[in-house]
């Protein structure tokens, strides 16, 4: 296997790469490279789209590569290789993002990225810690091994409200149910940071990689 | 549900994991790098690495520290101590940080919060708060807890909200390695004051004190040094200590 890790001067790229090279090793070898060239993204098995800061702000980094966003949609959505989209990068997949002002997304997965805005003073923002997740859809691959009540390391302030609900695999409740990891056909996200949450995103980050869509 | 983080701290002098008692007496206690793999394997929710020294000397230490930890731990690292500008905190993130906390330059530079926020996200921004009981309020302190100003704490902290923090790391300078548990009442008025998380820390020299800092201090993680390292309890002690007295805590991992 061969793995991309999108570059698009995102903060904290070294510990996805890490955690990523740690799985493959684990699973007996392949490549990991992080990379921001749109013609050479063809040449790889898998794409990890990490993501730290703001929606808009990730979109227009991302906007700033020529031709990146065309490779992804063509690689992605077309030729229909697994891809992982991690915190703001799970959030890309959507219609529209409303943080910072509205910016449209990729719309791989219908639905909006809103604020949290809770109720209660008591529910802090962001939702910054480890939480368990509500497995919706105990048979996709994604999560084999991972049974209910696996906790996970989240820090966010918007979340991904989707239409179809039926591309919700897994909720954490943080004052209510909100989307832990959404999937659809070969595209999988994740809210939480798998690269950050010990042995049990490691193998998240192993099912990711052996998973056959 | 969201559980309370247990966060050992591992405060940093040219390279070795030092804590000291009131800032002062410093006892060696070791490398970093193979403590926070210690800490990693032993089901810590979060690292943090305070460079105690960085006000005055060479910095370039901690970020190979910060690098080296980043190929071994797979959990959040927070990582502070002198960091003055946008690019510290750009190079503590690439060599590997979640987070960067940041003291002293926030105060003098309210602005450089919202720089790096903008930059880099509010979530990896931490600005750590030392406070001192000064007559009837609590008052901020710069450079390690040397300099006294007139700040309020829970004015400073609600600032340091509005400019963009994303999380809010706050020492009792009066507890900080007295053993005698958190200043609930600091602790409590300032997390009450924010809506963003509060990290509780300095003093803690028992398991209830950490429960304390939630239950009485309503703070949203918890951080200790010396209770650690010096082998006093482990973590897994301190989560079922946090879980009988009803403090949600993210078990042990068993994958």
């Known amino acids: 296997m061969n793995v991309a890790i999108i570059d698009y001067g995102s903060g904290n790229l070294r510990s996805a790469t890490k955690a990523f090279e740690q799985a493959v090793s684990e699973l007996g070898g392949g490549t990991i490279k992080l990379t921001k060239d749109p013609d050479g993204l063809k040449n790889f098995s898998h794409i990890v789209l990490p993501g730290v800061g703001a929606f808009s702000d990730c979109m227009t980094r991302l906007s700033a590569i020529d031709?990146?966003?065309?490779?992804?949609?063509?690689?992605?959505?077309?030729?229909?290789?697994?891809?992982?989209?991690?915190?703001?990068?799970?959030?890309?997949?959507?219609?529209?993002?409303?943080?910072?002002?509205?910016?449209d997304g990729f719309g791989w997965i219908p639905g909006e990225v809103i604020s949290i805005s809770p109720h209660?003073?008591?529910?802090?923002?962001?939702?910054?810690?480890?939480?368990?997740?509500?497995?919706?859809?105990?048979?996709?691959?994604f999560v084999q091994d991972l049974l209910e009540g696996v906790h996970?390391?989240?820090?966010?302030?918007?979340?991904?409200?989707?239409?179809?609900?039926?591309?919700?695999?897994?909720?954490?409740?943080?004052?209510?149910?909100?989307?832990?990891?959404?999937?659809?056909?070969?595209?999988?996200?994740?809210?939480?940071?798998?690269?950050?949450?010990?042995?049990?995103?490691?193998?998240?980050?192993?099912?990711?990689?052996?998973?056959?869509? | 549900m969201l559980k309370t983080r247990i966060i050992p701290c591992l405060d940093v002098n040219n390279g070795r994991v030092v804590k000291g008692i009131n800032f002062?007496?410093?006892?060696?206690?070791?490398?970093?790098?193979?403590?926070?793999?210690?800490?990693?394997?032993?089901?810590?929710?979060?690292?943090?690495f305070l460079d105690i020294t960085a006000s005055h000397e060479n910095r370039s230490t901690i970020v190979e520290v910060v690098a080296k930890t980043a190929e071994k731990c797979f959990m959040p690292?927070?990582?502070?101590?002198?960091?003055?500008?946008?690019?510290?905190?750009?190079?503590?993130?690439?060599?590997?940080?979640?987070?960067?906390?940041?003291?002293?330059?926030?105060?003098?530079?309210?602005?450089?919060?919202?720089?790096?926020?903008?930059?880099?996200?509010?979530?990896?921004?931490?600005?750590?708060i030392d406070a001192?009981?000064?007559n009837k309020s609590y008052?901020?302190?710069?450079?390690?807890?040397?300099?006294?100003?007139?700040?309020?704490?829970?004015?400073?902290?609600k600032n340091a909200e509005a400019s963009g923090a994303g999380e809010i790391l706050l020492t009792s300078m009066d507890r900080d390695g007295t053993k005698m548990g958190f200043d609930l009442e600091l602790t409590r008025s300032v997390s009450d004051a924010l809506s963003i998380p509060l990290i509780a820390s300095g003093g803690v020299g028992t398991l209830d004190h950490l429960a304390e800092g939630v239950t009485k201090g309503h703070a949203s993680a918890v951080l200790a040094a010396s209770i650690f390292h010096f082998g006093l309890y482990n973590i897994s002690e301190a989560k079922a200590y946090m879980e009988k007295v009803g403090v949600a805590v993210r078990p042990i991992e068993i994958i």
């Open chain 1, 67 to 103: 031709g990146l966003i065309e490779s992804l949609q063509e690689q992605v959505f077309i030729k229909a290789k697994p891809f992982l989209g991690i915190c703001v990068g799970m959030q890309l997949m959507a219609d529209v993002g409303r943080e910072h002002g509205k910016t």
């Open chain 1, 120 to 141: 209660n003073r008591n529910i802090k923002v962001p939702h910054m810690g480890w939480n368990d997740l509500q497995i919706i859809d105990t048979t996709h691959p």
């Open chain 1, 152 to 213: 996970t390391y989240f820090v966010h302030s918007y979340h991904f409200v989707t239409k179809d609900r039926s591309h919700v695999l897994a909720t954490v409740n943080y004052g209510k149910p909100l989307t832990a990891i959404v999937g659809r056909d070969n595209l999988i996200g994740t809210q939480f940071h798998p690269e950050k949450s010990q042995r049990t995103g490691l193998r998240f980050i192993k099912n990711f990689l052996g998973w056959r869509p």
């Open chain 2, 24 to 48: 002062i007496d410093l006892v060696d206690a070791g490398d970093p790098v193979e403590q926070a793999v210690i800490y990693d394997a032993a089901g810590a929710d979060e690292l943090c």
């Open chain 2, 77 to 128: 690292l927070t990582v502070g101590g002198g960091v003055r500008t946008v690019e510290d905190v750009r190079t503590l993130l690439i060599a590997g940080a979640d987070k960067v906390s940041i003291n002293t330059a926030a105060i003098k530079n309210p602005q450089l919060i919202n720089d790096a926020a903008n930059k880099f996200g509010s979530q990896c921004m931490v600005v750590a």
């Open chain 2, 132 to 134: 001192k009981r000064v």
């Open chain 2, 139 to 157: 008052k901020i302190f710069t450079h390690g807890g040397r300099k006294e100003t007139d700040i309020s704490a829970i004015e400073w902290a």
